[in-house]
């Protein structure tokens, strides 16, 4: 690259984030279609390529950083937010992103996961959510739904699951949103927004196990069933949804239920109006339990989004703020202060 050359000179294509490896997940697994988003989108996101940095664990989705023509690295079990944070850490400048799966980041992966949520570190978290262990052959997972019959819930998994965007709220994310690999559009536009954020990233990409777990999330992609059952959330404007926007959602006192718009006994001014920039969590919490009901939509978009400062500036402040003080140091003469010994 010319040195005076700038991102929309380089006029990046898709295929230049390609890499030359051969995809080996299954024939019509949804990660392809994470894949192929994130490929088309990189180049409009006006980070140089050689800023981007992929970072994954052990799963399906952890083979991304392969696929994707960018600095990247295929890390260990779990540990995917700890390296991207060592990553982020040394260089603020680079744009750290971490695929993963939701048995590596919710299960042995669960403590790396929440303390960068907490810290705020500026990495980008990706969670292909198949609610199933797919490379290992289809065990349940963190996210596997109470009573899945699986080979190590063979009369029913006991376990309650995880709601990863409720545990990310939790934990502090400054940025979680879901989206449906069956909806190239939207988790197109949702990368666009993970990355215009400063802070911890957390996406969750509902993705379909065609081998292990098919069909887990057809109620929310077969086009006879989606409008009824999927929420999409924007910014400022009213809970709309149905196949002809006659649905909305309402707050009774901290109770959210439906309501037909076409009765006259509800208008659009009486809808719920959803603010992702909102400061009280309570109302985006809210929004994860939805699909805990029957009666109410599965919510897409952004639940939350809310700036604040960023673990890797402060690190970096603080840094400067004590050479100002104390000066630069010398290792020498830490070495050698204090109580030393001499071996012969």
């Not at 230049?16 to 088309?40: E, T």
């Not at 799963?59 to 937010?81: E, K, N, Q, V, W």
């Not at 979680?176 to 536009?189: Q, Y």
């Not at 006994?265 to 909102?278: F, G, M, N, V």
Request: charged share 25%.
């Amino acid at each position: 690259m010319a040195e005076n050359m700038t991102i929309d000179e380089v006029n990046l294509k898709p295929k230049d984030f390609s890499s030359s490896q051969d995809v080996r997940w299954c024939p019509g697994c949804g990660d392809y279609s994470i894949l192929a988003q994130m490929q088309k989108v990189s180049p409009e996101l006006g980070v140089k390529k050689e800023n981007f940095v992929w970072v994954s664990g052990i799963g399906c989705a952890s083979r991304f950083p392969y696929y994707m023509d960018t600095f990247g690295l295929h890390s260990i079990h779990g540990r995917a937010p700890t390296i991207a944070t060592g990553i982020k850490v040394q260089n603020p400048e680079l744009s750290v992103w971490v695929a993963t799966g939701d048995g590596d980041t919710l299960s042995i992966g669960g403590n790396h996961f929440i303390h960068a949520c907490r810290r705020n570190i500026g990495i980008k978290i990706i969670l292909f959510n198949n609610r199933i262990y797919g490379l290992t052959k289809g065990q349940y997972s963190p996210t596997s739904e109470k009573g899945k019959v699986t080979n190590s819930s063979p009369y029913g998994s006991i376990d309650y699951p995880f709601e990863p965007t409720a545990l990310a709220i939790g934990a502090g994310a400054t940025f979680v949103a879901r989206t449906i690999d069956r909806e190239p559009k939207h988790l197109k536009e949702m990368i666009r927004h993970a990355n215009s954020h400063a802070g911890t990233v957390f996406l969750e990409v509902y993705q379909n196990c065609n081998i292990f777990n098919d069909g887990t999330f057809f109620v929310l992609t077969d086009k006879e069933t989606k409008f009824d059952k999927v929420l999409k959330l924007e910014h400022d404007k009213p809970m709309v949804f149905g196949k002809e926007n006659n649905k909305g959602i309402i707050l009774d006192g901290f109770t959210p239920r439906v309501v037909d718009l076409t009765n006259g006994k509800y208008s659009l001014d009486d809808l719920w109006i959803h603010d992702e920039r909102d400061l009280h969590a309570s109302r985006a919490y809210m929004l994860t339990q939805f699909a805990e009901f029957e009666n109410l939509p599965t919510p897409i978009g952004v639940f939350r989004r809310i700036d604040k400062s960023t673990y890797e500036q402060d690190l970096h402040q603080q840094i400067n703020d004590v050479i100002e003080k104390e000066g630069e140091g010398n290792l020498k003469d830490l070495l050698f202060s204090g109580n030393t010994w001499e071996v012969n």
